[in-house]
């Protein structure tokens, strides 16, 4: 199987503009989680999408936003970028077992505010 | 909300050398896993572990789940330069819940 993909890999941006990553899981996969990832903060969860319905958010202001299409494929949008929002952008997909379910990690949009 | 709390921050040790890792949850856990990130890369799942007191072992890796289900601990034996990476815990806090909460992750340097 394929694994996770994400597009842009590398994306450059001026502070004030908006930006979408788009994320395709592994197929059969229903579950897209988002994180963050910065040297600081670590992996901070952002939001995470079933079956086209977001059953949870991290604590993240509302210029993070996100959504699922049918067909699985996710997109996160950040609106009015701040340079505090450079970061690794990780998504990850899962295929529910259970009551954990390991998550198969995309290799991350690198997101640079300048 | 539920924190995770993982030490060390940091670990060089000398190749053959053993290293630990712990995991400390401000909740009772349902189910507590583990990922590697090697440098440059994205974390990859290894473990998870859902039973009080339960143990798992990957070759020279050894990991344990606490009684109370509430701290993890990650071993590895004899370390190897291939072992190299920023390992994390996450943990998910119970029934209903989806999000996973990861530790900030212990960075292990290995000398040759």
């Given amino acids: ?37 910065t040297p600081g903060q670590g992996l901070q969860f952002l939001f995470e999408y079933f079956s086209e319905t977001q059953r949870n958010k991290g604590n993240f202001p509302g210029r993070f936003s996100g959504r699922q299409f049918s067909n699985s494929r996710s997109e996160m949008n950040v609106s ?14 899962s295929f529910r077992q259970g009551i954990g379910y390991e998550q198969y990690f995309g290799p991350g949009t690198r997101l640079t505010v300048t | 909300g539920q924190q995770v709390m993982q030490i060390p921050q940091y670990q060089h040790v ?12 401000s909740t009772t856990l349902s189910n507590i896993q583990w990922y590697k990130q090697r440098p440059g890369g994205h974390p990859v799942f290894l473990i ?39 390992y994390f815990c996450a943990g998910l806090s119970g029934a209903g819940s989806y999000q996973l909460t ?11």
């Fill in chain 1, 1 to 37: 199987k394929a694994g996770v993909t994400q597009t842009p890999r590398y994306l450059i941006k001026t502070r004030g503009q908006q930006v979408t990553l788009s994320c395709s899981p592994i197929s059969g996969h229903r579950s897209v989680s988002w994180y963050q990832q």
């Fill in chain 1, 80 to 93: 009015t970028l701040e340079l505090g929002d450079s970061a690794l952008y990780l998504c990850a997909s």
């Fill in chain 2, 14 to 25: 000398q190749e053959g050398e053993d290293f630990t890792t712990y995991c400390n949850s």
């Fill in chain 2, 48 to 86: 998870q572990l859902v039973k009080s007191g339960e143990v798992k072992k990957q070759k020279r890796l050894t990991f344990q789940f606490g009684e109370a289900k509430k701290n993890s601990s990650l071993h590895i034996t004899a370390t190897q330069t291939t072992d190299v990476g920023t």
């Fill in chain 2, 102 to 112: 990861f530790g900030k992750g212990t960075k292990l340097s290995v000398i040759p």
